[in-house]
T-cell receptor
Framework: GAGVSQSPRYKVAKRGQDVALRCDPI?????LFWYQQALGQGPEFLTY????????KSGLPSDRFFAERPEGSVSTLKIQRTQQEDSAVYLC??????????????????FGPGTRLTVL | GDSVTQMEGPVTLSEEAFLTINCTYT??????LFWYVQYPGEGLQLLLK?????DKGSNKGFEATYRKETTSFHLEKGSVQVSDSAVYFC?????????????FGTGTLLAVQP
């Protein structure tokens, strides 16, 4: 079956523009994660959804970053008034299981190919 | 707080050489540990995992043993191939809270030469 897909794969934005990045998780996956991967670094957590509920947004770097998953499937990460420091690869991952107060440490996260954002 | 530290690269090896990429973690308790691989132009893929102390994860000739005494999860392969050239990430779930978010190391680029 299809894996996690993301679009666009590449995005070039002028500083100050708004961008929207899309993630299509694996069908039926409850959990959805967004990560930011700067050049030469490991991915860093941005936000987490369980179905349509955004349970953790502690990793969002500023209020210019906004994520939603209104129907518990597709998710969109929006960045307003982009800055050069927003340039990175944005990764989406989905997982079958949900967490319920206690982190379930064994559930594999399946990653999409990422969207490479370049802000000029 | 929780953290994952892995050796910096790049690591350049000749085909059939032995590979070790070091990874250590800092966490309360004994979290699961993962190695992910990122081939050029592709997304992250889970390579192997270990869910408790003393477990050994293995896949595609790669192995890693969860050693609680040294809080380590070093990745090894006895004979690398050119097709193993990729970036390797050690990762662990953050402890506490209500999510399963992963904490990643900085990644180690492996280049295998024929």
């Amino acid at each position: 079956g299809a894996g996690v897909s993301q679009s666009p794969r590449y995005k070039v934005a002028k500083r100050g523009q708004d961008v929207a990045l899309r993630c299509d998780p694996i069908s039926g996956h409850v959990s959805l994660f967004w990560y930011q991967q700067a050049l030469g670094q490991g991915p860093e957590f941005l936000t987490y959804f369980q179905n349509e509920a955004q349970l953790d947004k502690s990793g969002l770097p500023s209020d210019r970053f906004f994520a939603e998953r209104p129907e518990g499937s597709v998710s969109t990460l929006k960045i307003q008034r982009t800055q050069q420091e927003d340039s990175a690869v944005y990764l989406c991952a989905s997982s079958l299981a949900k967490t319920s107060g206690r982190a379930v440490a064994n559930n594999e996260q399946f990653f999409g190919p990422g969207t490479r954002l370049t802000v000029l | 707080g929780d953290s994952v530290t892995q050796m910096e690269g790049p690591v350049t090896l000749s085909e059939e050489a032995f590979l070790t990429i070091n990874c250590t973690y800092t966490a309360t308790g004994y979290p699961s540990l993962f190695w992910y691989v990122q081939y050029p132009g592709e997304g992250l893929q889970l390579l192997l995992k270990a869910t408790k102390a003393d477990d050994k994860g293995s896949n595609k000739g790669f192995e890693a043993t969860y050693r609680k005494e040294t809080t380590s999860f070093h990745l090894e392969k006895g004979s690398v191939q050119v097709s193993d050239s990729a970036v390797y990430f050690c990762a662990s779930p953050a402890q506490g809270g209500a999510t399963n978010k992963l904490i990643f190391g900085t990644g180690t680029l492996l280049a295998v030469q024929p």
